[in-house]
């Protein structure tokens, strides 16, 4: 769905709060009062002491850089260690991992796991089973999420000869999956003794178990690019399009949705100096490309980042796209001293 462009305009505020043992800065958006209606976010709704402010423009369907401003230089030694230590950054992007050349595992090797399940698929079950799985090598659950994927495309296509919606076709999967190899078997040789009462919530959790047994294992993200990766791919286009013919025949005209944005923020290195820049991303399902483009689009590098704040986005009404919050007791000038940039006047 498209999203209503228009010109944006505004300034950031750059403010900071301190306590006993934390230092938390916020980079406030506040949108000039022709935005419109939705405008609330005022200057003073500004958390704390204001230690700086950029005007910024853009476009509401493209990436807005709101902060720009040189590392103070002490931080030029190690930029990356200065940029560390907000608390409240989002996780690092899951590590992708592509398993679609393995070899699939024996079926005496993959349905333990499942069958540990007993047919009950709930969050504490899943959760157990994910457990079981990531106490084997991490080859043996990169070979699972690859079994799992060919399994997942073979139930796939028996669905689909069953009818069943593409709206219903992931949670069936990991239903089928997650029932046994009998119920498995079965639906295989007979795709219509499938029921919808198998279903749960959590059903399609079966299909990416290895991915949760390995973030157990390993302690970060994982996607698991298997098999069904493809598939599930075009079951989403197929859902997508049964909800546009939905809406045709019906006479509903998706209008383009309301902006709303993601901060990014990271150290760039541009024509030799080092940047602390912030970006608004529109949010959609690929802003972690697009948050480095903008980033480095007057050709710089990123040196460390970028970290999307773990937090709500923005929309018309601004507010705090951004906060740093660090642990530290350090005295607030000298803490102003060594991490907050200020953009050239």
Do not use: C
């Not at 005496?108 to 079950?125: H, K, M, N, Q, Y």
């Not at 019906?250 to 990014?264: M, Q, S, T, V, Y």
């Amino acid at each position: 769905m498209e999203i209503v462009r228009m010109p944006l305009s505004g300034d950031v505020i750059r403010s900071i709060v301190t306590t006993a043992r934390t230092r938390t800065e916020y980079f406030s958006v506040v949108f000039d009062d022709e935005i419109g209606t939705h405008h609330t976010a005022q200057r003073a709704d500004v958390s704390g002491s204001v230690l700086g402010e950029r005007a910024f423009r853009g476009m509401s369907d493209e990436a807005i850089t709101i902060w720009d401003a040189v590392l103070p230089e002490h931080a030029r030694a190690d930029p990356v260690a200065w940029f560390d230590g907000n608390e409240l950054r989002d996780p690092p992007p899951p590590v992708r991992m592509d398993v679609t050349r393995l070899d699939a595992l024996p079926d005496a090797e993959f349905w333990p796991v499942i069958e540990s399940l007993d047919g009950r698929l709930w969050a504490r079950t899943l959760d157990a089973a994910a457990a079981r799985l990531a106490s084997t090598p991490e080859g043996v659950i990169l070979r699972w999420a690859q079994t799992a994927g060919e399994k997942a495309v073979s139930v796939a296509d028996a669905l689909a000869r069953a009818g069943v919606a593409p709206s219903w076709r992931i949670n069936a999967i990991g239903a089928v999956l997650g029932k046994g190899q009998g119920a498995y078997d079965a639906v295989l040789a007979q795709p219509e003794v499938f029921e919808y009462a198998w279903m749960t919530d959590e059903s399609p959790q079966v299909i990416w178990l290895a991915d949760h047994a390995l973030t157990r294992k390993t302690g970060r993200g994982v996607q698991i690019v298997t098999a069904f990766t493809a598939r599930q791919r075009e079951i989403d286009a197929e859902e997508a399009e049964e909800v546009a013919v939905y809406q045709r025949e019906n006479g509903i005209e998706p209008g383009p949705r309301e902006p709303g944005f993601r901060a990014a923020r990271a150290v760039v290195e541009a024509s030799g100096v080092l940047r602390e820049r912030i970006v608004l991303v529109p949010q959609g399902s690929a802003m972690d490309e697009a948050a480095l483009v903008a980033l480095a689009a007057d050709g710089g590098a990123v040196i460390a980042g970028p970290e999307f704040a773990n937090q709500q986005g923005i929309g018309l009404w601004g507010g705090d796209a951004f906060v740093i919050k660090r642990r530290t007791s350090l005295a607030p000038d000298e803490y102003v001293r060594r991490y907050v940039t200020f953009p050239a006047r």
